[in-house]
Nanobody, 112 residues
Framework: QVQLVESGGGLVQPGGSLRLSCTTSGIFFSRARMGWYRQAPGKPRELVAQVTDGNTPAYADSVKGRFTITKDNAKNTLDLQMTSLRSEDTNVYYC??????WGQGTQVTVSL
């Protein structure tokens, strides 16, 4: 059974940082395309960052230079380091694994 569990969300002030982690089980992690998506109420889910099976990261233009995605094949974890956070980064963030597997989501709120 595939399980993806996110952690690390919370409330942070603009300009601050947060680190999200996704712990996985039940997937061939080292070969899986993994990514982070986010979704605001009433809006479609959007890709934030992903790592392909070649371990090449890719980012949405809105987060380039601020977010860093890290895939640890030894620990089967996927992290998202977020810096210089803005109010528009407020969303529920979801971990994704190839094969249409999703975590339950973690809330990130950027506010004074």
């Amino acid at each position: 059974q595939v399980q993806l569990v996110e952690s690390g969300g919370g409330l942070v002030q603009p300009g601050g940082s947060l680190r999200l982690s996704c712990t996985t089980s039940g997937i061939f992690f080292s070969r899986a395309r993994m990514g982070w998506y986010r979704q605001a109420p009433g809006k479609p889910r959007e890709l934030v960052a992903q790592v392909t099976d070649g371990n090449t990261p890719a980012y949405a233009d809105s987060v380039k230079g601020r977010f860093t995605i890290t895939k640890d094949n030894a620990k089967n974890t996927l992290d998202l380091q977020m810096t210089s956070l803005r109010s528009e980064d407020t969303n529920v963030y979801y971990c994704y694994a190839g094969g249409d597997h999703w975590g339950q989501g973690t809330q990130v709120t950027v506010s004074l």
